[in-house]
Nanobody, 124 residues
Framework: EVRLVESGGGSVQSGGSLRLSCAAS????????MGWFRQAPGKEFEGVAR????????YYEDAVKGRLTISRDNFENTVYVQMNSLKPEDTAMYYC?????????????????RGQGTQVTVTS
């Protein structure tokens, strides 16, 4: 059974930093596409960042560009997102997602595997 387990969420003040991790298990190879989504209360899922298998291709949603950095360790089957200069509007549940296919679509429903989420709360 494939599992994605997120960790690293918490509550920080505006301007603070957090590093989220997502460990994948139960898959025989490294996923081609891995990414992070978030969902704030009453809002739709929003793609935050994604990364290709070799780590060379990344994509960031405009609202987080320059503040978030996604990376991965294929040996450990783990994807990370370093979040700096956090803002109250970054408050959301953050979900890891992975798929064996290339990153053709950056839509939550495209990814075959998703984690349970980790809460990030940014206070002003």
């Amino acid at each position: 059974e494939v599992r994605l387990v997120e960790s690293g969420g918490g509550s920080v003040q505006s301007g603070g930093s957090l590093r989220l991790s997502c460990a994948a298990s139960g898959y025989k190879d490294s996923f081609y596409c891995m990414g992070w989504f978030r969902q704030a209360p009453g809002k739709e899922f929003e793609g935050v960042a994604r990364i290709s298998r070799d780590g060379r291709t990344t994509y960031y949603e405009d609202a987080v560009k320059g503040r978030l950095t996604i990376s991965r360790d294929n040996f450990e089957n783990t994807v990370y997102v370093q979040m700096n200069s956090l803002k109250p509007e970054d408050t959301a549940m953050y979900y890891c997602a992975a798929d064996p296919r290339p990153c053709y679509l950056f839509d939550y429903s495209y990814f075959n595997y998703r984690g349970q989420g980790t809460q990030v709360t940014v206070t002003s």
